[in-house]
């Protein structure tokens, strides 16, 4: 399966599981456009894909940062674009990673951005600030889509 694909078989488990599953809603295109300006690349297919139909989600305890805004934060667009902005401020953090997610042991899920695809896919990497000294950040799937998917039917699963 594609990793788009994975994001539209994503979305239908969403919307198939709305007592576990939360999410506020897709960007628009001009959303979209502003998220990849202000971290200055182009996002990976699934990554957007999943941006414009979702935005951000929680299922069952495991949540994907997405982009989102909040009233009391107005126009500042947070999720990945606010905490990739703020591990940047870090030196140790590689300046090609996009934050998707924290694993809840101090490190940071992110698309590795360096090693796209031939489809504009980056890999999915765990980074804390020791992954320099382990040879760089662990690999935790090939993309966005079936990392999320694998994730989120994983948790449905232990919740039910």
Excluded: H, K
């Excluded at 709305?18 to 990976?44: F, I, K, N």
Aim: hydrophobic share 35%; glycine share 14%; charged share 20%.
């Amino acid at each position: 399966m594609s990793a788009v694909a994975s994001v539209v078989s994503l979305v239908e488990l969403l919307r198939g599981n709305p007592g576990s599953c939360r999410w506020t809603g897709g960007l628009s295109p001009v959303d979209l456009a502003r998220a990849e300006r202000e971290l200055g690349t182009p996002l990976p297919p699934s990554y957007r894909c999943f941006l414009a139909e979702v935005g951000s989600c929680e299922v069952d305890g495991t949540d994907f940062l997405g982009v989102y805004r909040t009233p009391a934060m107005g126009d500042t667009l947070l999720g990945t674009v606010s905490g990739t902005l703020d591990a940047r401020t870090d030196p140790r953090f590689p300046p090609d990673l996009l934050l998707i997610q924290y694993d809840g042991m101090g490190g940071l899920v992110c698309l590795d951005l360096s090693r796209r695809d031939r489809a504009g896919e980056a890999p999915v990497v765990v980074w804390d600030p020791g992954s320099a000294d382990r040879g760089g950040p662990e690999r935790l799937a090939a993309d966005f889509g079936s990392y999320a998917l694998r994730q989120c039917t994983q948790a449905l699963t232990r919740g039910g």
